[in-house]
Structures are given as structure tokens and as C-alpha cells.
């Protein structure tokens, strides 16, 4: 896309194109450098009455703004985005992730509701509502959302989540189900192996937890959490 930009500068889809480039190799100033060009040059096609993209651009950019930890102007642009688009799915479930990670739960949770209520088989707006819901104690309704994402995207997230979900109401048996599932399916999943020797401990399988806990300590050296569960484990092992 960097050629097509040099010999098209002025084509807004080209210039959003080569910023979903940039972005998806890190490169953030760049990226955002080039959507704030292709909005520039989207306008016009609004003011004709054409297809805008211009939604999609802000969406996109706030992504990249979310992940260089600028949140409040990620809410702004997802904001912009539904002023033009107030059905786009992306930017609802964008907004909710920002709401979801400062702890504004309800906001969160009417954001991924939005979401699913246009594209019921969004599998992250279930996952996203399901971790607003835990955090809320409303666990069932959590699992039916968890259970949801796993049906539509089968991977070793999902069933992670839903075993925190059953570890937390401690179905025990079930959380080890699905956390070994987990670790089957990605065995170099950290937090997996982690709630899996949660869950073995509370068990009382304290051998098989800490096999775990130094595989999650191996995959992450700096956790300090797995690292203190596991010094209090092999203590009371001994």
C-alpha cells in the first residue's frame, strides 16, 4: 500500500489501507498519521450523500490509540463513529472495552449488548459481556454469555473463561475440564496453566497444581502472583 499512497495520495481508502498496514506491524504514530489523512479526505464523500468509510477509519484509529493506552480519545473517536454509523458493531464493542477497562460496568455492558443485538455471533462482544458480568457477581449470566463465545469460536480463550467463570462459583470439577482443554489447545497459555493449578489446588491435587504453576512461572518469569502461590503450595507440600 505504500505505493498505491505515493502514486494516490489523495484516495482516502488507500491512505486508511496502508494505516491498517503500519498498525498491524506496531508502527503506531505512522498509522495514525495516515487515518487522520484518510478522514481529511473522506469528507467530501459525505457531503456528496456517498458511502463514507470515514466510520470504519475512526474505528481503526481508535484502536491504534487504545493500544498506545490513550483511552479517552479512543471513547471520542468510537463516539465520532457512531454519529456517522449508529448500527456499526465495531465501534459499540470498542466503546464497551474502553468503559470495561475503567471499570464502568454498566456502560460496558449496554455497549456489548448493543453490539450483539446487530451481530448476535459476535464472539468477543460475548466474552466482553461475560467478563462485565462476572466482574458484577451476576456469574450465570456470564457463563450463558462465555458458553455463547465458545459455541461460535471454540478456542483456548474461551474455554479459559468459562473455567475462571466455574472456578469462581467453585464447580471445581468443571473449571478443570475446561482448563485442561485449555492447555491442550494452546499448551503455552500462561494464565490457563495458573487458574488450572487454582483449581487443582482447591482440590486438594497439590502436585498436579504445582506442575502447573511452575509451567505459568516458565511462560511468565515476572508473574509474581503464580510465583507467591507457588512458594506457599510446595511449603504446605512439604
Not at 125 to 133: C, D, K, N, P, V
Request: with cysteine; hydrophobic share 40%.
Amino acid at each position: 500500500w505504500a505505493d498505491t499512497v505515493a502514486k494516490r495520495p489523495g484516495n482516502a481508502r488507500a491512505q486508511c489501507y496502508y494505516a491498517d498496514m503500519l498498525a498491524s506491524q506496531g508502527q503506531f504514530a505512522e498509522a495514525m498519521a495516515h487515518y487522520d489523512e484518510a478522514i481529511r479526505l473522506d469528507r467530501p464523500a459525505e457531503d456528496r450523500g456517498d458511502r463514507s468509510i470515514s466510520a470504519d477509519i475512526l474505528v481503526n484509529s481508535g484502536n491504534v490509540l487504545r493500544a498506545l493506552g490513550r483511552d479517552a480519545e479512543a471513547a471520542k473517536r468510537y463516539e465520532d463513529a457512531l454519529r456517522i454509523e449508529p448500527d456499526l458493531p465495531a465501534a459499540h464493542f470498542n466503546l464497551g472495552r474502553v468503559y470495561l477497562q475503567a471499570n464502568r460496568l454498566p456502560e460496558a455492558e449496554d455497549r456489548f449488548e448493543r453490539a450483539l443485538k446487530i451481530d448476535p455471533n459476535n464472539a468477543p462482544a460475548h466474552t466482553s459481556l461475560g467478563s462485565a458480568l462476572l466482574l458484577e457477581g451476576r456469574t450465570a449470566e456470564a457463563l450463558s454469555h462465555y458458553e455463547s463465545a465458545l459455541r461460535l469460536e471454540p478456542t483456548a480463550k474461551a474455554h479459559r473463561d468459562i473455567g475462571v467463570a466455574l472456578f469462581y462459583v467453585r464447580k471445581l470439577p468443571e473449571a478443570v475440564a475446561q482448563l485442561e482443554t485449555a492447555v491442550r489447545l494452546e499448551p503455552d497459555f500462561a494464565q490457563a496453566h495458573e487458574f488450572l493449578a487454582n483449581a487443582l489446588s482447591a482440590q486438594g491435587r497439590k502436585a498436579e497444581a504445582i506442575a502447573h504453576y511452575e509451567r505459568a512461572l516458565q511462560l511468565e518469569p515476572g508473574n509474581e502472583r503464580v510465583r507467591r502461590a507457588l512458594g506457599s503450595l510446595t511449603a504446605s507440600a512439604r
